[in-house]
């Protein structure tokens, strides 16, 4: 069965720093990867997704996310974390064709 | 688009009574799909629907849950018999056709059995 690991439960940085966010799925064929973010109480919000093609993809609020099958990971990077970025980031993958298997998440925190 | 909407956002029930919640989906949306979230983690999926049909229910947490879309634009979810254990929260989500198209999610519905 597929899986998506996120290795970090919980990152903090200062504002205006750099930021990763680890993400590692499991399955053989080429994935279709996203990531959501969720703010205290709300739904998920889609941040950018890989479906083929160039391997760095450019999402909204200044993210993007790098596809590198060969260590089977898409990793999160914003160049200068804002404090309205802290919230708990989700990386997913739709291979299976119907359903969304999620990591278990990274709650980010921003230091003034 | 109005984006997915769900009601209620918040549903405080006794242990053994039952509860349904409504999705309302992106209007050209054919595909609606459940997913529960317990603190801490993500996503877990439930089931989903294609137009009215359900073709995915393997994955609904046992007998006492059960989804509908009957006329394939608006969904419930419905839970029989709750149990503390089922307090999490319910996440809609909608997307059009195929299996790599973006899924949109609702804002849930927090579900506490007290």
């Known amino acids: 069965a597929q899986s998506v690991t996120q290795p970090d439960i919980h990152i903090t940085v200062s504002e205006g720093a750099s930021l990763e966010l680890r993400c590692n799925y499991s399955y053989g064929a080429t994935p279709y990867l996203f990531w959501y973010v969720q703010s205290p109480g709300q739904g998920l919000q889609l941040l950018l997704k890989?479906?083929?093609?160039?391997?760095l993809v450019q999402g909204i609020k200044g993210f993007e996310a790098e596809f590198k099958r060969s260590q089977s990971s898409f990793n999160l990077r914003k160049p200068s974390v804002h404090w309205s970025d802290a919230a708990e980031y989700f990386c997913a993958n739709n291979n299976a064709g119907n359903m969304l298997t999620f990591g278990g998440g990274t709650r980010l925190m921003v230091k003034p | 688009d109005t984006g997915v909407s769900q009601n209620p956002r918040h549903k405080i029930t006794k242990r053994g009574q039952n509860v349904t919640f409504r999705c309302d989906p992106i209007s050209e949306h054919n595909r609606l799909y459940w997913y529960r979230q317990t603190l801490g983690q993500g996503p877990e999926f439930l089931t989903y629907f294609q137009n009215e049909a359900q073709l995915e229910k393997s994955r609904l947490l046992s007998d006492r849950f059960s989804a509908e879309r009957p006329k394939g634009s608006f969904s419930t979810l419905e839970i029989q018999r709750t149990e503390q254990g089922d307090s999490a929260m319910y996440l809609c989500?909608?997307?059009?056709?195929?299996?790599?198209?973006?899924?949109?999610f609702g804002p849930g519905t927090r579900l506490l059995v007290l």
């Open positions: 890989y479906f083929s093609g160039d391997t």
């Open positions: 989500a909608s997307s059009i056709g195929t299996a790599a198209e973006t899924q949109y």
